[in-house]
């Protein structure tokens, strides 16, 4: 089964609106990581949640962690044109250090 | 501090023929993984690698694929007689370990895009 499913698929939104995308996954986990990445490039280390945090920002990121639901989002605040990219949730199979990935969110800001 | 460096960017192969692609990781990381992403898909754990060892290679499908991480040199993904189904982008990442612990986030190359003809 697939771990780290991201939702929605694909989102589209105006300059400046704050863009939200939630990740599920279905085992216990150590931690949660957010990756950018950029059409037809590599992958953007964004941010890493620990499994005992709830809640972490990093810029205009912020990023929270259900561990009873097995959830978490991200949230971009007052986004640009810049941040059109797919994001991935991914995490760690507690114990394993291979990454999980979702099948991640394209995000689409227009000007 | 170079990132994780992978080569070469984009490579073309026609079925049947071998195909090696090439990561060197950032500078002090002694951990590498590889994972392949199909168009529109998220990335697939391959393999993790340490320094002359496999550490788990659960991902590495039974035939045609292997790694390696020699003691001197970059990791190497080797895929032998290239099926068309092999066509993917490629990713090596890396980690460090601090105080014996190896460290979660895992740093990300460009990538190197296999085409089989």
């Known amino acids: 089964s697939q771990q780290g499913e991201e939702d929605p698929q694909a989102l589209s939104i105006q300059e400046g609106e704050n863009a939200t995308m939630n990740c599920s996954y279905k085992?216990?986990?150590?931690?949660l990581q957010w990756y950018r990445q950029n059409s037809g490039r590599g992958l953007v280390h964004l941010i890493l949640?620990?499994?005992?945090?709830r809640e972490k920002h990093s810029g205009r990121l912020r990023v929270t962690l259900d561990t009873s639901k097995k959830s978490s989002s991200l949230l971009i605040t007052a986004s640009r044109a810049a941040d059109t990219a797919s994001y991935f949730c991914?995490?760690?199979?507690?114990?394993?250090?291979?990454?999980?990935f979702g099948q991640g969110t394209r995000l689409t800001i227009n000007p | 501090n170079a990132g994780v460096m992978q080569n070469p960017r984009h490579l073309v192969r026609r079925r049947g023929q071998e195909a090696r692609l090439r990561c060197s990781p950032m500078?002090?990381?002694?951990?590498v993984y590889w994972y392949r992403q199909l168009p529109e898909e998220g990335l697939k754990f391959m393999v993790y690698?340490?320094?002359?060892?496999?550490?788990?290679e659960s991902g590495m499908p039974k035939e045609r694929f292997s790694a390696e991480f020699p003691k001197e040199g970059p990791s190497i993904l080797r895929i032998q007689q290239v099926v068309r189904g092999d066509s993917a982008a490629y990713f090596c990442?890396?980690?460090?370990?601090?105080?014996?612990?190896?460290?979660?986030?895992?740093?990300f190359g460009p990538g190197t895009r296999l085409l089989v003809l």
């Open positions: 991914a995490t760690d199979e507690e114990g394993a250090q291979k990454l999980v």
């Open positions: 500078k002090g990381h002694s951990h």
């Open positions: 690698l340490q320094k002359e060892n496999i550490i788990d």
């Open positions: 085992t216990s986990i150590n931690n």
């Open positions: 949640i620990r499994s005992n945090e």
């Open positions: 990442a890396s980690s460090r370990m601090i105080a014996g612990i190896v460290q979660e986030t895992q740093y």
